[in-house]
């Protein structure tokens, strides 16, 4: 029986890279879960993150919800069927496979914002050119569906990423989210969010586990839409959505 409904992004909620990691935490007691395309590990797990996501596993039906790509979550080695990914731009049914309802909704939303998509990449990748910044940005596609657009620095200097940013896009059209944490900026439209896909899967994961309470799990400002769907939220408490929080005065 499913006691319990999981909702959980994955990176710097379940792992992270390795700089993020404590200091104090030997590496060979990191485990890699997420990995680049050449089967390198680029994001690890502490032990007690570890500890949270086999728990996660054992006790609840466990949905990622991340602003991955379907590429890159499903090189993520965590247990999984459903998923929200791409921020909000694809969900995978119970099978693996992509939910083509909700893929047709998406297409139809996205095809007014491509030129703007395209054209914030290019003025971000022109005022990294103009300043010598090493900054890359694209549009992040998913089967040939332009979705948000990306931007990150090659050393991860954040703070560079985002004067390059702020200085090529000093302001969004209404609706649009500018989406910050460590090295990476998504600029998304109005119809693109972890919560509008969450909104679409709850109804049936409700119908399907009618008594069983929600848990959103995330650690950034914009992993709050979704959590708030949800009927409890959960947060790292050294992170972003936690913010001072937690810190003693």
Same mark, same amino acid.
């Given at each position: 029986m499913?006691?319990?409904?999981?909702?959980?992004?994955?990176?710097?909620?379940?792992?992270?890279?390795?700089?993020?990691?404590?200091?104090?935490l030997?590496?060979?007691?990191?485990?890699p879960?997420?990995?680049a395309?050449?089967?390198?590990?680029?994001?690890?797990?502490?032990?007690?993150?570890?500890q949270?996501?086999?728990?996660?596993?054992?006790?609840?039906h466990?949905?990622?919800?991340?602003?991955?790509?379907?590429?890159?979550?499903?090189?993520?080695?965590i247990?999984?069927r459903?998923a929200?990914?791409?921020?909000?731009?694809?969900?995978?049914?119970?099978s693996?496979q992509?939910?083509?309802?909700?893929?047709?909704t998406?297409a139809? *939303?996205?095809?007014?914002?491509?030129?703007? +998509?395209?054209?914030? !990449?290019?003025?971000?990748? %022109?005022?990294?050119r103009?300043? @010598?910044?090493a900054?890359?940005?694209?549009?992040?596609?998913?089967?040939?569906?332009?979705?948000?657009?990306?931007?990150?620095?090659?050393?991860?200097?954040?703070?560079?990423?985002?004067?390059?940013?702020?200085?090529?896009?000093?302001?969004?059209p209404?609706?649009?989210?500018?989406?910050?944490?460590g090295?990476?900026?998504?600029?998304?439209p109005?119809?693109?969010?972890?919560?509008?896909?969450?909104?679409?899967?709850?109804?049936?994961?409700?119908?399907?586990?009618?008594?069983?309470?929600?848990?959103?799990?995330?650690?950034? *400002?914009?992993?709050?839409?979704?959590m708030? +769907?949800?009927?409890f !939220?959960?947060?790292?408490? %050294?992170?972003?959505l936690?913010? @001072?929080?937690?810190?003693?005065?």
């Amino acid at each position: 029986m499913t006691r319990t409904i999981a909702l959980v992004d994955l990176d710097d909620t379940l792992f992270q890279t390795l700089r993020k990691c404590p200091p104090d935490l030997p590496a060979d007691r990191l485990t890699p879960l997420g990995f680049a395309r050449d089967g390198s590990p680029l994001s690890y797990a502490t032990p007690r993150q570890m500890q949270f996501l086999e728990w996660l596993a054992d006790t609840t039906h466990l949905v990622p919800v991340t602003a991955r790509s379907l590429d890159a979550l499903r090189r993520a080695r965590i247990p999984f069927r459903a998923a929200v990914c791409a921020h909000g731009g694809v969900v995978l049914d119970d099978s693996g496979q992509v939910d083509m309802e909700w893929a047709a909704t998406i297409a139809d *939303r996205a095809a007014p914002f491509a030129s703007q +998509l395209a054209g914030l !990449a290019e003025a971000i990748r %022109r005022m990294a050119r103009d300043r @010598g910044i090493a900054v890359n940005a694209r549009v992040l596609v998913e089967d040939a569906l332009p979705l948000y657009t990306l931007a990150k620095h090659e050393d991860a200097d954040a703070a560079a990423l985002f004067a390059v940013v702020d200085a090529a896009v000093p302001s969004l059209p209404k609706g649009w989210t500018d989406h910050r944490n460590g090295n990476n900026v998504a600029l998304t439209p109005p119809y693109l969010g972890k919560a509008h896909a969450v909104a679409y899967i709850l109804p049936g994961l409700r119908a399907r586990f009618p008594d069983a309470p929600v848990i959103g799990i995330g650690d950034s *400002r914009t992993d709050a839409p979704f959590m708030g +769907l949800c009927d409890f !939220a959960m947060m790292p408490t %050294r992170s972003q959505l936690a913010g @001072g929080m937690f810190h003693a005065d």
